[in-house]
Every structure is written in C-alpha cells, then in structure tokens.
C-alpha cells in the first residue's frame, strides 16, 4: 500500500534518477515515524506562472520547518572542479551545476508562497542542501572538496543511512522556532492549497485563542478540511504501478 505521507508527483524509475530513488527512499525510511509530508517533485510556479522551480524532494516537517534536497547523481569523477557555487561537470547532460543554489532559490520559493499567510510570515525554518547519492565522504575529501570556501551542505552516499540525523546537523537557511501546533496545519494546508482558516469581519486571516467563542468553529473547519488535505495527496500522488 502506498503511503500517503509521502507524495510521488511524477514516476521515479527512469535511468538517470536511480540515484534520486535512493535518496527517496531514505527520506521514506528515516522519516516514516514523524510528523511530516514529503514530496517528490514538488510544482512551484511564479505569480504570473512564467517560471516553474521544482525540488527534487520537499519535506514539511512539524519540528525541522521546511527541507529542499536537490540531488545530483554524479560520479566523483563527473565532477571536474568547483568555483564558488558552480560546480564543473563532464560527461553529464550540462557543462556546469549550481546545486546549492538551485536548492535555495526552490526554498526561497516555498517560503514565500507560506509567507502570504501572516501566521507562518517569517516564522518558518529552512534548510537546503544537496544529495550526492553516488559520492561517499572520504571520495570529496581525496579530491579536496572539503576545503573549499563554498563547501554547502551535502548529503553524502554513506549519510543515507542516518540521513534524518545528518540533516539536524545543517544549518537553517532561514531560522525560525518549530511550528505551533496551528502553523503546522497551516503549513500543510498552504502547501496543499487548501484553506484551513477563514477571513474574520475585519478580512485578515488570524489563528483564534482557545478560550475564543470561536474556536469551536475553527475546530469544526480544521476537521472538515483535513479531508481536503488527504484528498490533495491522493490526487497528487501517482497511482501505484500494476
């Protein structure tokens, strides 16, 4: 059975992202027991719908905020030199890579389309980084990687296995404190497009107090639209191949 926690947009399995899958993978495996949503290929458009940033991997998590993994399935021997953040690659279907970059300005993406709603403006914390599925530690260490000014944060072949403990250890790209029990079913509702709180008289969009006479109505909205939310992951995910 499929898990709907974690969302497949498009089919894995093509042969240039075999490296992709195990990253995937792993992020299925270390995250399975957390509250959290992951997305493979995750559609972000511009306002005008001109650009188009998709994260190889998204994941929302209630205590970590917002993770981008851009993964590159590179050989250590693709990789002919590194200048600041472009990277130098041959035999691949580009002459240069900016991984890391690409990772935030996808994160920057996702933070700003949170950022509309008020309650999480600003108070959502980020990591990005890169995944290099085909490259172990000790192979960037040899080739003197490690040393670089521009060293990012990179989730290496032998980190996969305790990859949920190596990404505590990035830095937030943006820093914020976890989500409160309300940002977090926020958080998912934005990402998944669906409206879990409703404009009060004055038209701004506000998380009500507990003791408010009308949180009895929030609580009846918020279980009314997490059908809404597990219908968005139905229809997001791809359906299991025969």
Known sequence: MQNRQFIATEPIGQSGERGEQQVWDSVQLSFARRRCLGYWRYPIFSPMG???????ILILDRELGIIVIEVKSLDIDQIVGING???????FYTETL?????????????????????TLHQKVPGRAMVALPYISQAQW??????????NP?????????????????????????SPIEQQWILLQSAIAGTALYYPNTSDRWRLYSPQSRADVLVKVRQHLNQLDIQQERI????????
Not at 155 to 170: G, S
Not at 235 to 241: D, E, G, L, T
């Open 50 to 56: 001109k650009t188009r940033k998709e994260p190889d």
């Open 85 to 91: 953040h472009c990277w130098i690659v041959q035999n």
């Open 98 to 118: 900016n991984p890391y970059e690409q990772a935030e300005r996808q994160l920057f993406a996702v933070l700003q389309y949170c950022d509309r709603e008020p």
């Open 141 to 150: 260490r040899e080739r003197g990687f490690d040393k670089l000014p521009s």
């Open 153 to 177: 944060p990179i989730l290496f072949q032998d980190d996969l296995p305790c990859l949920l403990d190596r990404i505590k250890q990035f830095p937030c790209v943006v820093s914020a404190r």
């Open 235 to 242: 229809s997001k995910a791809i359906p299991p191949q025969a």
